[in-house]
C-alpha cells in the first residue's frame, strides 16, 4: 500500500510535464512567422480540360467582367494589313511579368488560318505584304493569362475573328503610256474585310514574331 501511495504523486508530476509542455508547442504554433501569415492570392476562373492548339488549357471565369476582343483587319498602303484589338476589361502585362494568372491581365496571341503569327503586348501589328498568299484568310486573336492559360467564358476561348481575303496582283495592261512604257496595275490588294467576334467569344505567351 504505502508503494502505491508514492507512485501516485510520481504519475501526477509526470501528467502536469507532458500537458505544460503540449500547451507551450499550442503557444508557439499560434503565433505565425511573416510568411504564414501573407494571404496566399485566391486562384482565378477554374482551368479547364479543354485545350488550344498547343496544348494550353483554358482558364474559365464568369461573363461579368469578363476579358473580351474585337479584331480589325484593313489593307494599308502598301500592300500589308493594318490588324488592331479593341480590348475590353483586359489589359497587357508588360514583358517579363510573373508567369501567374491575374483577372484581366495578360497577352494577345494572333493567328493566320490557325497558325501562331504574333505574341502581341500592344493593340496595334502589321501583316506585311506577300506574307499571306492568294485566297481568303482568317486572322484571330486570342487572350492568355501570364501563366499561359487561355482566357475562357462557356468554355470557348475568348478571341475575335476576321476574314480577308489577298487577292494576285492583276496582269501588266496591254495598254502603254505616252511614252512607250507599259502601264503597270496596283498591287495586291485586300477585298472588304469582315470582323466578327466567334461565338461565346469574350488571345503565348512569348512566342513567334512579337509585336509586343
Not at 502505491?4 to 508557439?28: E, K, N, Q
Not at 473580351?68 to 476589361?89: F, S
Not at 489589359?91 to 501562331?116: C, H, I, K, N
Request: proline fraction near 8%.
Amino acid at each position: 500500500m504505502s508503494w502505491s501511495r508514492g507512485i501516485l504523486p510520481a504519475l501526477a508530476v509526470c501528467v502536469l510535464l507532458v500537458t505544460g509542455s503540449a500547451g507551450c508547442a499550442s503557444d508557439d504554433a499560434s503565433t505565425p512567422t511573416g510568411q504564414e501569415s501573407a494571404v496566399s492570392p485566391s486562384p482565378v476562373g477554374k482551368v479547364l480540360d479543354d485545350t488550344d492548339d498547343d496544348g494550353r488549357h483554358y482558364r474559365e471565369v464568369g461573363k461579368k467582367g469578363a476579358p473580351q476582343v474585337a479584331l480589325e483587319v484593313e489593307p494599308d498602303a502598301e500592300g500589308g494589313w493594318d490588324v488592331r484589338l479593341n480590348l475590353r476589361d483586359f489589359t497587357f502585362s508588360p514583358s517579363g511579368t510573373e508567369a501567374r494568372a491575374v483577372r484581366g491581365r495578360g497577352l494577345a496571341r494572333l493567328f493566320a488560318d490557325g497558325e501562331p503569327l504574333a505574341d502581341l503586348r500592344d493593340t496595334s501589328y502589321r501583316i506585311p505584304e506577300g506574307y499571306l498568299a492568294h485566297g481568303t484568310h482568317q486572322v484571330t486573336a486570342r487572350l492568355y493569362a501570364d501563366d499561359g492559360t487561355v482566357w475562357a467564358v462557356d468554355g470557348k476561348p475568348v478571341e475575335s475573328t476576321a476574314d480577308i481575303t489577298a487577292s494576285e496582283p492583276e496582269p501588266e495592261s496591254a495598254s502603254e503610256s505616252p511614252a512607250g512604257d507599259p502601264v503597270s496595275s496596283s498591287p495586291s490588294a485586300l477585298s472588304a474585310p469582315g470582323t466578327f467576334p466567334r461565338t461565346g467569344g469574350q488571345g503565348s505567351p512569348d512566342r513567334g514574331g512579337k509585336a509586343s
